[in-house]
Nanobody, 126 residues
Framework: QVQLVESGGGLVQTGGSLRLSCAAS????????MAWFRQPPGKEREFVSA???????YNADSAKGRLTISRDNAKNTVYLQMASLKPEDTAAYYCAAADPRPGSTWPRGESAYDYWGQGTQVTVSS
C-alpha cells in the first residue's frame, strides 16, 4: 500500500511561484508512474502533469511552459514547480501514483491511478 502526502500549497499573488511536493511511502517509488491533478472550485478534477518511471513527462495544455513536474527517486518524492501563476490555477492539487500496466489510460485517465494523496490547496490572488 502506497501513501502519498502532498505539501507546499498556499496563497500566492498572480505571477508568483510555488513548488508542490508529494512524498511517497510504502512502496517502490521508482517503479510508479506519477502525476498531478487539480480540482478548481466547483469543477471536475483535471489532469495537470505526469512523469513516467522512465522520466518521460506529459503536460496539459494549461500547464505547458509554466508548470514543471520532476521526481527524485532517492527521496521518494515528486514535485510540481509552478511559475507565472494565474487565478485560474486556484485549485486543490492532488498527487497520484500508477502501477504501469498495458492498456492503461495513463497519463490523463484517472482510472489508471492506484493511489491518491489527500490534496494541497493552491490559491492565486488577483
Amino acid at each position: 500500500q502506497v501513501q502519498l502526502v502532498e505539501s507546499g500549497g498556499g496563497l500566492v499573488q498572480t505571477g508568483g511561484s510555488l513548488r508542490l511536493s508529494c512524498a511517497a511511502s510504502g512502496g517502490t517509488f521508482s517503479r510508479y508512474n506519477m502525476a498531478w491533478f487539480r480540482q478548481p472550485p466547483g469543477k471536475e478534477r483535471e489532469f495537470v502533469s505526469a512523469i513516467s518511471w522512465r522520466d518521460n513527462t506529459y503536460n496539459a495544455d494549461s500547464a505547458k511552459g509554466r508548470l514543471t513536474i520532476s521526481r527524485d527517486n532517492a527521496k521518494n518524492t515528486v514535485y510540481l514547480q509552478m511559475a507565472s501563476l494565474k487565478p485560474e490555477d486556484t485549485a486543490a492539487y492532488y498527487c497520484a501514483a500508477a502501477d504501469p500496466r498495458p492498456g492503461s489510460t495513463w497519463p490523463r485517465g484517472e482510472s489508471a491511478y492506484d493511489y491518491w494523496g489527500q490534496g494541497t490547496q493552491v490559491t492565486v490572488s488577483s
